[in-house]
């Protein structure tokens, strides 16, 4: 098995894989060295998992538009009438436990950056489908695809964004009919960290996985997860036929796909925190099992994302309750068994002020206690995901390097508990000298790349500047910095010649 | 029993207790429904827990100017050579859970706001201790009686913030000598709700317990907490004589005091989170055992502050060691079953921004999964605890309101999980009219009184504010609608008489 693999990443790297850098920083993702936070006892998690199962008997979901799928879901012992699917308590369980890998990897062109998806492992990647984009150097706007291939590069050079995501922003200045193509062809050209693919239809779903083919080696990819991609459920209840035809395409391609319900608590599900598990569960258990009835054991992830509500005004809000679902919702999967996707870096504000951080901070230091695997939104979301905020990318990114600290826990040996420290300095005296120090004091402590600790007249004398400011300094220095990871010009010619007979198949559709 | 607390309660009302309001909103305190986080296993508790002993054996603590206090620790066993007092392996632990409550009530003048310490109970209070102020409205500056009253008020109007607290700003237009004096009055005049006693010094200690035997009554002083203060260990391993000298005199009224290490790790201890807390135990139950020595019974918290530093500036830094340390110094308090102080809403920055809501937001979320009992600083800190801030007071006090719901867990039963209102609306529908969303609108979401989540366009409609503007907003509206609670004249007459006659016998000092 491993000459298979070894001669794989040969064929692989003769085609599009990057040789493996020597970046002894780079840790391509977090295997977390904390327990995850259990709110809910085992009663609760009992309940919640039987109410789910009432819910798909006595309820079911809806499959819309895709008659192959309802014979699937009917030869699987699935009750069928129309296009509501009901299933039996326990089958969906069975289904997944018996066939979906608890853990998967997905691999990167860079091998030193593929990533390791479900278990302890956390994987961070970038916000997903803002059209718009802001920035204290320009008025917030639609967003284009320099805009992408600018945050693709901010994801680049952050180590704690191990994954290069898909859709940071909307390349609003592409006809919608060839964003994925051009966003797909950025990714890889800019970053040889892992990426998503299209999901919007089946077609381009096909069109990733066939540039994925390109890159990778059409062999590779046949027997490798090389692409993640998002399949929502149109919540309360329905999987409608593009999603359904995306989920199709690539569980056959052996592809993973993350399926997420998106409730937003008192309009797409009830208002209680309960019931939006008891929802998210079961959406989430359908779509699952549902790719591995179409390919036994092909990786997948489950996916979760409910948000409350300002009941004044209708907009999502970001309060308690979404965070305390999140953590409840990471043992649901960890009874499950599979890996999941959750959590981010959210915020409803407009702007990056103190709103902004302390409901991004919150969410994402419940997503890590949640013990999610992969964290889509964890740098950059905005305005509750209708914008990208060029600055709060980099400062997101900043906070995601201390979670990453927060994960890896306490080492607790003789030496690091330093009693001839004590002994060396005494009662009284100070450490800054001490041989325990000096040997330590250069990693001692996580350093923040925003954060300003100075003195209030350093910090005035150096221009009062706030963090957002000096955030937007920091994404134009690593702009500045940037240099593109190479790219075999062959590999680079072939997706060329393949996007540009795709774009001259399709209509320039922009609705 | 009953009956004479029944009594003391009358002798008390009759003297500065404010009659209960009818305030149905008020929690008193927090108590938790969720779990702690737990970070370090047995095998690493039970290290850092022997390496304390250790040190407190092999290296030992200095008690300087208290020739009493040695004698003592010596008559309890301790070894005293000089001032340097060695502990034998388990002796402090043993004092102390022999002797020292695990949780008690501290009384505020309106016993519906009387707080419990100690247990799954969370109380939150003002920052302490800041010589400078600042607002959107005013230069920082160094803080003054006024802005202290001002705060008071913000904490008598803020639900969440349970406590008074102490020096909420230096009134620094006051001379040192008499501060406490009208902080005390302010904190009584302004609030009904419990506060702290002075702790620099034990003439001010003394002053603290006579005040408080005017207010509440002789009696009920003497047979009840009233007081909650600050003794200060001077880190590294070191009581000094003024701190002994509060402590002596509180532990002798009973009443509670919070004896809390000031880790500045790489400075005043090691630079590792291991040492860290291995001298922030052997120091807390250094002095948590000598209050139990000297009034076995006598309320009493432990306590713990640990902060990294910028190994290039020298300046506190808020990264994830402190945040590490407080989640592990709360197993470790667990274990010793004392009320423990800790945590806070601190952060380095000069301005509210969005640094300043990431470092607090972080740190007390970290707070209340470390499941600290007393969280001084829950409200106001800036620079590292050098400054007050009236925006970040009220946004902060907002943030805990957050923390509080979280703290309260998800309820889990039929009607929650919702299967009726599934049912109902059924795939596809949304929930705004359901019959269970319409029994559940108004309090279904936590309303944050600063955070917006309106559209853009609304938000830019209405002033494109950010939170810091909104939050200066805010704490004015609450000046404006602030009403002082009664206090009975005959008492404040009597406090008055009692302040005027001790600021007679005090020299005007500044130093």
């Known amino acids: 098995m491993s000459k298979v693999i070894s001669r794989r990443r040969r064929t692989a790297s003769k085609v599009g894989r990057a040789r493996p850098v020597a970046a002894s920083r780079v840790r391509p993702y977090v295997t977390r060295a904390i327990p995850c936070l259990d709110i809910l006892d085992d009663d609760g998690l009992a309940m919640i998992e039987r109410e789910a199962d009432r819910l798909l008997k006595e309820v079911g979901i809806d499959f819309r538009g895709d008659t192959e799928v309802l014979k699937i879901l009917a030869d699987a012992g699935a009750t069928v009438d129309g296009e509501r699917v009901r299933f039996d308590e326990g089958l969906l369980r069975s289904i997944i436990q018996t066939h979906a890998p608890a853990e998967f990897i997905q691999h990167a062109r860079n091998p030193a950056r593929s990533v390791k998806i479900g278990g302890k492992n956390t994987v961070f990647a970038p916000t997903y489908g803002p059209p718009f984009v802001c920035s204290l150097d320009f008025e917030r706007r639609y967003g284009t695809l320099e805009d992408l291939q600018i945050l693709i590069k901010l994801a680049y050079m952050s180590d704690s964004l191990h994954h290069s995501g898909g859709i940071i922003c909307e390349p609003t200045d592409i006809p919608v009919s060839k964003r994925h193509l051009d966003t797909l062809y950025s990714h890889i050209k800019y970053s040889d960290k892992a990426f998503m693919g299209a999901a919007t239809s089946g077609e381009r779903a096909a069109d990733s996985v066939e540039i994925a083919r390109i890159l990778f080696g059409a062999d590779f990819v046949d027997n490798n997860c090389c692409l993640a991609s998002l399949v929502n459920v149109n919540s309360p209840l329905v999987l409608d036929d593009s999603m359904l035809a995306a989920l199709k395409i690539y569980a056959r391609a052996g592809q993973a796909v993350t399926v997420t319900p998106f409730i937003i608590a008192g309009a797409t599900g009830p208002t209680t925190i309960a019931a939006n598990l008891v929802q998210g569960l079961a959406e989430t258990m359908a779509g699952v099992a549902l790719t591995q009835l179409i390919n036994p054991g092909t990786p997948v992830m489950a996916g979760f994302l409910s948000t409350a509500i300002n009941m004044r005004s209708g907009a999502p809000s970001r309060g308690p309750e979404p965070n305390l679902a999140l953590i409840a919702f990471g043992q649901l999967m960890r009874r499950l068994g599979v890996p999941w996707r959750a959590g981010g870096s959210f915020s409803t ?163």
Chains 1, 2 share one sequence.
């Open 349 to 511: 504000s407009k702007i990056l002020d103190a709103q902004a951080m302390q409901e991004a901070s919150t969410f994402i230091y419940s997503t890590i206690l949640a013990g999610a695997n992969f964290v889509i939104h964890a740098a950059g979301s905005f305005e509750g995901g209708l914008c990208t905020s060029f600055e709060k990318f980099v400062m997101d990114a900043d906070n995601l390097s201390m979670m990453e600290r927060m994960l890896g826990g306490i080492t607790v040996n003789k030496d690091e508990c330093a009693l001839e420290a004590f002994k060396e300095v005494g009662p009284g005296e100070h450490y800054l000298g001490c041989q325990h120090t000096m040997s330590r004091y250069q990693d001692a402590f996580h350093v923040s790349t925003i954060a300003n600790s100075d003195s209030f007249e350093q910090w005035k004398e150096a221009g009062s500047l706030d963090a957002t400011t000096r955030a937007n300094h920091l994404w134009k220095k690593m702009l500045d910095e940037y240099v593109p990871p190479a790219l075999d010009p062959a590999v680079d010619e072939a997706l060329g010649e393949y996007i540009d007979n795709r774009k001259s198949q399709l209509p320039d559709s922009f609705a």
